[in-house]
């Protein structure tokens, strides 16, 4: 990786996950229910998505403070989404990033609060966001509700769950990807536009680079389920397979899925160019995902 | 029940109930999750949380149409809650007002899935109401996000489930119900006077009365559950006894609930009197509680 990007990377996770402690500090939570949400926040992870709206926004000359409240809330959402997955009644994980999952920990039904009160909390704590005008506030509101709800990442988890123990093509894996893990990437670029205040077509120009780059980085992720090691992958290697997932790698061979990344990036690449930005931390993200190993 | 409330509650009501099937109309959902989603929204109840905000609209003399997106989203909220509530893993019930609950038609997954979806879309719904402006949206999504999520009935609900099995003292039980029901009857009470902007200690006297009477509404639950008619309630008499519930019945006996309820209901109508509302919609509604057969 880049080493420019691997410190902003590093830099801004640091600085990012020093705020979860102090989320729900002045909140009157009664403590298993806080404690099972910060247990799955705290998890760990690459911090994708938050890294993302901060490095849209830097590269659009604003500052990421102006951000925060955001990044934590989608966090709190893309958290709570895995807790949800991870359910018996779901994909009935007992691993996610090498530890317990929620309700293997803290039992099933206060997994499903967890879920239920990080989702509900992310809207609160972007409402209540004093760096950015009202105006702005209610827009990503708005905009991630959308990203995560039923036209969304829970519509995309439907159709996946549907999608299991049955052979689909291409066009439908991409629109289940697109919505399922699609939005959140989007949505934090998009997000960034929109604090920024920049003009329409600059917005879009950004959303096509985060569908590309969103796209590009499920394909990744399904490459890695063979390529990878268990260890950085937290999960056993193979694991897709063994559960007859539809994946990039099971459509396409371990070749068509690389040549479908690529693909993907290069089309992002040539979005951050129509803006002049293609040399920076948007562009680094993307090159990035060609060749991560975990 | 006082025939003007009684016409007032069955028009709004119908007014409300026709808007619930053109919801998601021109939203891309995949089918089983919209269908999931209506299937538990169109179940029908007293939609009493609605007409609260309606009745409270009415009083403070404006238009009900404010507060149209507001209720829809308060209602698809408290929805989901009951879909979650009624997962095999929480209370695993198996009907809800005398229909076969969601996850007993759809599956557990696409239950949960629905009931992720409805929470969500509530605030997109509300971010979005072209009928109020923007900063009165961001004050109803974060006073209702604060009221559904871990600070209020997510909260409630987890200390309730803590509670089972468990003997718990009249504060305690107070403090649960404040929470797990209370939250989401206040709330409609506080975004009324929100949308009609009025002054800051006429919506904090409107908010006790909220309290008061969210307390005599779930007082009155737990009476109904020994008094009630099954067909009426559309689950069996005496469930509570059954599954060993808290309630104020269990903590006071009939008697002693019966007039807690109405010192509850004498405390939220001494509350109007205060801004001069004490004939009216809202004293008719609290005066209705103490007598309601269903």
């Known amino acids: 990786m880049n080493q420019m990007l691997k410190a902003y990377m590093a830099n801004k996770k640091a600085w990012f996950e020093a705020e979860l402690p102090m989320l729900f500090q002045n909140a009157a939570i009664t403590p298993k229910l806080k404690q099972a949400m910060l247990y799955s926040l705290e998890a760990g992870g690459k911090r994708i998505r938050p890294i993302l709206l901060f490095a849209t926004l830097h590269s659009l000359g604003k500052a990421e403070d102006n951000g925060l409240s955001t990044a934590l809330g989608l966090e709190m959402i893309h958290t709570y989404s895995l807790i949800h997955d991870d359910l018996p009644a779901m994909d009935n994980d007992r691993l ?62 439907q159709d996946d769950l549907q999608a299991e123990e049955k052979k689909i093509n291409l066009n439908e894996l991409m629109s289940i990807h697109k919505r399922k893990t699609g939005r959140l990437i989007r949505f934090p670029v998009e997000a960034a536009a929109v604090i920024a205040k920049v003009d329409k077509k600059k917005k879009q120009t950004l959303v096509l680079y985060a569908e590309h780059l969103g796209l590009a980085f499920q394909i990744g992720d399904d490459i890695l389920d063979l390529t990878g090691e268990e260890k950085a992958l937290g999960k056993p290697v193979g694991s897709d397979i063994a559960n007859h997932k539809n994946t990039y790698v099971s459509l396409l061979g371990t070749n068509g899925a690389k040549e479908k990344l690529e693909q993907e990036v290069n089309a992002s690449l040539a979005e951050l160019r129509k803006i002049g930005l293609e040399n920076g931390l948007l562009s680094d993200l993307a090159s990035y995902l060609l060749h991560r190993t975990y």
């Open 96 to 157: 996610r990033r090498g530890k317990p999952t929620n309700h293997c920990v803290f039992g099933e039904s206060t997994a499903i609060l967890a879920g239920d009160g990080l989702l509900t909390a992310a809207f609160q704590l972007i409402a209540n966001d004093p760096f950015i005008d009202e105006n702005t506030r209610i827009k990503l509101v708005y905009l991630l509700a959308k990203a995560a709800g039923p036209e969304g990442m829970v519509g995309g988890q």
